[in-house]
């Protein structure tokens, strides 16, 4: 296959050999801690390291012995991506706290000639690394008192390396937009909550949800955002005295509004002003006797805990464990221990002792009643969740609102996506609360064209954050035939902003829509378009509204493929996936699903490149792996299609092993929306609105809005770390409209990753990789974009 430029900085400048590292994780387990071992392990294998498990955390380092610290081999982390928890075990270990339990562990360490530690935990097991690591010479030289280890040991042992990655659901670490784990957690929470509100609604029940959370209520605000809850309770931000009441009145309200159901989400820490606990059986109480509602709790506990790990949590685990074994082999005795961290879309390092300081001074001011300032010490991604969910739940009362007299339309365009309704309930919301009026086109611009416009309302979008597909409709048409019947419809109804949420083909209505201008100044309005596509094909943006929802459809269904296979022969699987000519799904799909092999478009490959992928495999088959995996994108070659390639793969590996294909489809499409893909849609829905209006206010003059320059027709896409309006027709240079895909992607930089962690030898690109940064108070953690939700 195509190897990356030669020109770029490669990781074979890099090398382990003559070094041990060793892998532990600590503390409460996450799902996704097992990718991020797994990485380690093979990548720590890949550079010519030696690496070892060490077993129950800090406990095993302290116990030692041949099975708490243990070599580990290739195959030793195989099956283990898909498995919830953490396979090489857990514990909270008092010893350690002690001088004599760490002089012990400092002893067993040396003993296996360890200097490289990657700790996945926490950040009580984080910090106690760092207090190790602060104390290495000085156990050493102890021990060297106390005969245990010569001196010569004491001097090739001299540092110790650390390097940490935050495995924790509640996300409660400061330096990092996602923490492994989290993103599984809200996966939980969200199925539990979408089931219960199809029993709510039949009993026109009340349900109070307490989710895990004792000092964050990070997993309690973006599932509330996630699924419409009407109230959620926090400890970071206590509701004000007299909440009670508020909250008895908007439920009240909803019921009037013919809502059915009612959700309060309470975070396990949940606090009130004077910092005493609010427990969800006060709440519960505290319904029953002012509204007499039939109200139940629903306490989630260690289900959040639990199951297989989401495709975001293995993608960022693989990511995070090969920067680990990456930030190691260039450290030197006086580079600080450092947590691999997650910005946006991009992997950084930072001092670990600057994000525990940090985290320690979020629960300082929570302590201190300073609850603003505990918002902002989260992170501008968890400001931002705050003052979302404020916007979309509570609505203001008429005489409240400004008056703009303009009109809004929001339409989709292309194949449906999850997370679109989403985006659309989102715009509607935030749309009204800045005083527009906003209008739904049904059909995209076949059903504007058309005249298919109403006014919708507040209500009208309750419940749709869940939904999924396109309640409003979508058609691929685009409006270049229909330009005088749009410009019409445009004028009857006066439309004064054009909101489009939709892929590739809603880029091109857009770059359609600005070339009319010239003809009919209808169209001299501000239009930006959102990314909603499977695909992820679209220039601007790294990623797409359904993208993940589409990525964890392909894994769950992988999971099962191979499962099948458990107990029977040795058996590859070849699967198909969809994404016209992009190869975003086969490639991170492949990543996260542990494929052996993707082919895409993107990546020319001949017959050579199946023969020694076939040789591969067989090799591997021959060894104690049963199965492998293969993922093809649909269109990456009109001549090697996927039963080309299943055939050709049998006939090779008869005798060794058989072959099934299959071919995933729509099912890709539907289903509901991951808690990503509601949240990314919701989030930027909402600044694309707050944008929109601001442009409206901008080029409104003498009593009508003029929009004509390219800024004011736009995409909103997220670029690395940072959420970016950039006008479509700058656009046009980065794209390759015969393939309808953009001509740099930077997801082929995973591509590597996949076929390293899969045995091959292959370049991979450093140059892009984290360097050490220092934590900045409300740094952009591009998480306005919400990579990390």
Known sequence: ???????????????????????????????GMNA???????????????????????????????????????????????????????????????????LRAAHHLVEKGITNLCVIGGDGSLTGANLFREEWSGLLAELVEQGLISQDSSE????????????????????TDMTIGTDSALHRIIEVVDAIMTTAQSHQRTFVLEVMGRHCGYLALVSALACGADWVLIPEMPPEDGWEDKMCQKLSANRAGMKRLNIIIVAEGAIGRNNKPITTDYVKDLVVKCLGFDTRVTILGHVQRGGTPSAFDRIL???????????????????????????????????????????????????????????KLRGRSFENNLRTYKLLAHRKPESELPVSNFNVAILNVGAPAAGMNAAVRSAVRVGISEGHK?????????????????????????????????????????????????????????????????????????????????????????????????????????????????????????????QSASGTKRRVFIIETMGGYCGYLASVGGLAAGADAAYIYEEPFDIRDLQSNVEHLTEKM???????????????NENYTTDFIYQLYSEEGRGVFDCRKNVLGHMQQGGAPSPFDRNFGTKISAKAMQWITKKLTETFRQGRVFANTEDSCCLLGMRRRNLVFQPVVQLKDDTDFVHRIPKEQWWLKLRPLMKILAKYRTSYDVSDAGQLEHVVRNRPKESDASVAM
């Not at 020109?7 to 996450?30: R, Y």
């Not at 195989?78 to 857990?90: A, K």
């Not at 060894?623 to 993922?631: A, F, M, N, T, Y």
Request: charge should be negative; include cysteine; charged fraction near 20%.
């Open 438 to 562: 906003m209008f739904a086109v049904s059909d995209g611009f076949e059903g504007l064209y058309k005249g298919q416009i109403k006014e919708i309302k507040w209500a009208d979008v309750g419940g749709w954050t869940g939904q999924g597909g396109s309640l409003l409709g979508t058609k691929r048409t685009l409006p270049a035939k229909h330009v005088d019947k749009i410009a019409e419809q445009m004028r009857l109804h006066n439309i004064n902003a054009l909101l489009v949420i939709g892929g590739f083909e809603a880029f091109e209505c857009l770059l359609q829509l600005y070339d009319a201008r010239a003809t009919h100044e209808d169209f001299c309005i501000p239009m930006c378009m959102l990314p909603a596509t499977i695909s992820n094909n679209v220039p601007g943006t790294d990623l797409s509204i359904g993208a993940d929802t589409a990525l964890n459809a392909i894994v769950e269904t992988c999971d099962r493929i191979k």
């Open 36 to 102: 991020a071992v797994r990485a380690v392990v093979r990548m720590g294998i890949y550079v010519g390291a030696k690496v070892y498990f060490i077993r129950e955390g800090y406990q095993g380092m302290v116990d030692g012995g041949e099975d708490n610290i243990k070599e580990a081999t290739w195959e030793s982390v195989s099956s283990m991506l898909q498995v919830g928890g953490t396979v090489i075990g857990s514990a909270r270990c008092k010893e350690f706290r002690s001088h004599e339990g760490r």
């Open 1 to 31: 296959m195509a190897q990356p430029d030669s020109k770029k900085v490669f990781f074979e400048n890099l090398t382990g050999a003559g070094k041990a590292i060793a892998v532990l994780t600590s503390g409460g387990d996450a799902q």
């Open 317 to 375: 685990a693989s990511r995070m464990g090969v920067e680990a074994v990456m930030a190691l082999l260039e450290t030197t005795a006086n580079t600080p221990a450092c947590v691999v961290s997650l910005c946006g879309n991009q992997s950084v390092r930072l001092p670990l002792m600057e994000c525990v300081q940090m985290t320690q001074e979020v629960q300082k001011a929570m302590d201190e009643k300073k609850f603003e300032e505990a918002v």
């Open 156 to 175: 090739k042992h001299s540092a110790l390396h650390i390097v940490g990655m935050v495995g924790s659901i509640d996300n409660d670490f400061c330096g």
């Open 622 to 636: 021959k060894g104690s792996i049963q199965r492998g995996l293969v993922l093809r994108n649909e269109n990456s």
